[in-house]
T-cell receptor, first 111, second 115 residues
Framework: GNSVTQMEGPVTLSEEAFLTINCTYTATGYPSLFWYVQYPGEGLQLLLKATKADDKGSNKGFEATYRKETTSFHLEKGSVQVSDSAVYFCALSDSWGKLQFGAGTQVVVTP | DAGVIQSPRHEVTEMGQEVTLRCKPISGHNSLFWYRQTMMRGLELLIYFNNNVPIDDSGMPEDRFSAKMPNASFSTLKIQPSEPRDSAVYFC?????????????FGSGTRLTVV
C-alpha cells in the first residue's frame, strides 16, 4: 500500500537558516504529493503541491520538487522566520483523492 | 466560502457522557473525512464519506464511536460513552473526490477533554 516517511523532529534552527525536511514515499501509480503545515492550535493548511514528476510546488518561500526516480518530495526554505515554527506534514494522494499523511515534523525557529 | 466549519471548538465532558462533534464541509465538496490527532498516535483517519455514504470506517477505534452524514452539508461524530483516552483534537476535512491534485481543506478542529 501507499506510505509516506518523513524525517523525525523536532528540527530546531535559527532565524534565517536554511530548512530541509526530507520526505519519501511508496505508492503504486502516479500520486499527487503535498505539504501541509499546522500552526499551534490550528488545523492543517495546504502549503504546496505537485501533481506529476518534476513538478515544483512553491508557496511562501517554501519549495518542493516531485522526484519520481528517488520517490522523494523534500521541503526546503532558504531563510526561515520565527513565524515558520509549526508542524509540517508530507502527504500523497491516491487516484481516489484519499490522502496518506506522514507522521509530521515539528520545526522550531529561534530568534 | 467560509471553509470547513467545526463545532464546538472546545469540549470538556465527564467520563461516560455522550459527546457529539459537528462538521459543515465546503459547499460542493463530495468527500468528508474525520481525523483524530494525539501526541502519541499523531494524525489518524477515523472514517470517510463520499456522497454522504461511509466508504471506510476501519479507523474507528471501537463501537463507542459512530459517524453520520445525513446530507451533503453536515456530519457528526459521536462518542458514547466517552472515556478519558478519547481526549484528542478531532478534525474534519472535505475535498472534491476525483481531483486527487487538490488535497483536503481542514477545519480548525474540536479539542475534546474527557475527565
Amino acid at each position: 500500500g501507499n506510505s509516506v516517511t518523513q524525517m523525525e523532529g523536532p528540527v530546531t534552527l535559527s532565524e534565517e537558516a536554511f530548512l530541509t525536511i526530507n520526505c519519501t514515499y511508496t505508492a503504486t501509480g502516479y500520486p499527487s504529493l503535498f505539504w501541509y503545515v499546522q500552526y499551534p492550535g490550528e488545523g492543517l493548511q495546504l502549503l504546496l503541491k505537485a501533481t506529476k514528476a518534476d513538478d515544483k510546488g512553491s508557496n511562501k518561500g517554501f519549495e518542493a520538487t516531485y522526484r519520481k526516480e528517488t520517490t522523494s518530495f523534500h521541503l526546503e526554505k532558504g531563510s526561515v522566520q520565527v513565524s515558520d515554527s509549526a508542524v509540517y506534514f508530507c502527504a500523497l494522494s491516491d487516484s481516489w483523492g484519499k490522502l496518506q499523511f506522514g507522521a509530521g515534523t515539528q520545526v522550531v525557529v529561534t530568534p | 466560502d467560509a471553509g470547513v466549519i467545526q463545532s464546538p471548538r472546545h469540549e470538556v465532558t465527564e467520563m461516560g457522557q455522550e459527546v457529539t462533534l459537528r462538521c459543515k464541509p465546503i459547499s460542493g465538496h463530495n468527500s468528508l473525512f474525520w481525523y483524530r490527532q494525539t501526541m502519541m498516535r499523531g494524525l489518524e483517519l477515523l472514517i470517510y464519506f463520499n456522497n454522504n455514504v461511509p466508504i471506510d470506517d476501519s479507523g474507528m477505534p471501537e463501537d463507542r464511536f459512530s459517524a453520520k452524514m445525513p446530507n451533503a452539508s453536515f456530519s457528526t461524530l459521536k462518542i458514547q460513552p466517552s472515556e478519558p483516552r478519547d481526549s484528542a483534537v478531532y478534525f474534519c476535512a472535505s475535498s472534491l473526490r476525483g481531483t486527487g491534485g487538490e488535497g483536503y481543506t481542514f477545519g480548525s478542529g474540536t479539542r475534546l477533554t474527557v475527565v
